[in-house]
């Protein structure tokens, strides 16, 4: 089955104490990026991958770093988080080179307290 | 930066009655795409419409596109309880290095009560 999967889905954590969500998609595609959804502000981009170690900002990334190493895996990683970065997180992926949907994870809901 | 707006906000019907959602955008676009998300879970994708078309139809689903005014409307007809649910608009840039990009409006809330 096609999917997006992300790990983990829920997460409480303190300032400061170092996290990875991962991400990781069977679909062989290219483009893969995060995004964070809070409240009124829909989902905003953090970071986004063209392929294996090609990576940049989105329109939020302050905060996080992103790495891309295999072409299935694309993990989040926030080194010091702080409670600003409490929201739900998702990872989606898809094909480059045409109109084309995007597949997304169950999302990651982070607390940071 | 949030590229769609979209109306309404909430949307509250009786089931079986048709549910339109509009978005507008605010820069040229190669396609844009409707996704579906129930509570908190993640986003479906329920239809893509390229800026070369006009309208596009999926089952229940019916999408418009009118480039010239930057938005587009998706209808629901005949509603069920099921569809209940938030909808976003996304917009997919017209290439540079922000291809496979996209980027969401804030969402419709839709309830339809049984």
């Known amino acids: 089955e096609a999917q997006v999967t992300q790990n983990p889905r829920y997460l409480i954590t303190v300032t400061g104490k170092k996290l990875t969500v991962t991400c990781s998609q069977n679909?062989?595609?290219?483009?893969m990026s995060w995004y964070r959804q809070d409240p009124g502000l829909g989902l905003r981009q953090i970071y986004y991958?063209?392929?294996?170690?090609?990576?940049d900002k989105g329109d939020v990334p302050e905060g996080y770093k992103v790495s891309r190493k295999e072409k299935r895996n694309f993990p989040l990683i926030l080194e010091s988080p702080s409670p600003n970065q409490t929201s739900l997180y998702f990872c989606?992926?898809?094909?480059?080179?045409?109109?084309?949907?995007?597949?997304f994870g169950q999302g990651t809901r982070l607390t940071v307290v | 930066s949030q590229q769609g707006e979209e109306d309404p906000q909430a949307l509250s019907i009786q089931e079986g009655e048709n549910a339109t959602m509009n978005c507008s955008y605010k820069?040229?676009?190669?396609?844009l795409q409707w996704y579906r998300q129930n509570s908190g879970r993640g986003l479906v994708h329920l239809i893509l419409?390229?800026?070369?078309?006009r309208e596009k139809h999926s089952g229940r689903l019916r999408v418009t596109l009118d480039t010239s005014k930057k938005s587009s409307s998706l209808l629901i007809t005949a509603s069920r309880a099921a569809d209940t649910a938030s909808y976003f608009c996304?917009?997919?840039?017209?290439?540079?290095?922000?291809?496979?990009?996209?980027?969401f409006g804030q969402g419709t809330i839709l309830t339809v009560h049984p």
């Open positions: 996304a917009t997919a840039n017209a290439g540079g290095t922000s291809y496979g990009k996209l980027t």
């Open positions: 679909m062989n595609h290219e483009y």
């Open positions: 820069t040229s676009i190669n396609n």
């Open positions: 419409i390229r800026s070369n078309e």
């Open positions: 989606a992926s898809s094909f480059l080179g045409g109109p084309t949907e995007a597949f």
């Open positions: 991958s063209m392929n294996v170690e090609v990576t």
